[in-house]
Nanobody
C-alpha cells in the first residue's frame, strides 16, 4: 500500500498563490501521480497529472496557472498554484495509479489517495 499525505493548504486571497505538497511512502517516480479537488457541490475533478515518463497534463482552464512536479529523492509530489479563483476553493487530494498503459485525469484510474488538504480562496 502507498500512503499519501497532503500538506500546504490554507486560506488565500483571490489571485494569490499556494504550494501544496504530498509525501509518499513509495517512490513518486514509479507511479502516475495526480492532484484532484472536490467540493460538496462538484464531483471530484482532475487538476494536474504527471506520468511515469514525466509527461504532464492540465485542464485547459488551469493550464498556465498551475505546475505539478515531483522530487524523487524526497518522495514528494508538489503543486504550485497561482492566480487562484474563488471557485477553486476545495479539498485537494494527491493520488497515485499503478496502471502502466493508462494515465489520465480520471479518478477511477487511481488506486491510492491521501486524506486531502483544504484550500480556501476569499475576496
Amino acid at each position: 500500500q502507498v500512503r499519501l499525505v497532503e500538506s500546504g493548504g490554507g486560506s488565500v486571497q483571490v489571485g494569490g498563490s499556494l504550494r501544496l505538497s504530498c509525501g509518499a511512502s513509495a517512490s513518486v517516480s514509479d507511479y502516475c501521480m495526480a492532484w484532484f479537488r472536490q467540493t460538496t457541490e462538484k464531483e471530484r475533478e482532475g487538476v494536474a497529472l504527471i506520468s511515469i515518463d514525466s509527461r504532464t497534463h492540465y485542464p485547459d482552464s488551469i493550464k498556465g496557472r498551475i505546475t505539478i512536479s515531483r522530487d524523487g529523492a524526497m518522495n514528494t509530489l508538489n503543486l504550485q498554484m497561482d492566480s487562484l479563483k474563488p471557485e477553486e476553493a476545495a479539498m485537494y487530494y494527491c493520488a497515485a495509479s499503478v496502471y502502466r498503459r493508462t494515465c489520465t485525469l480520471a479518478p477511477e484510474q487511481f488506486n491510492y489517495w491521501g486524506q486531502g488538504t483544504q484550500v480556501t480562496v476569499s475576496s
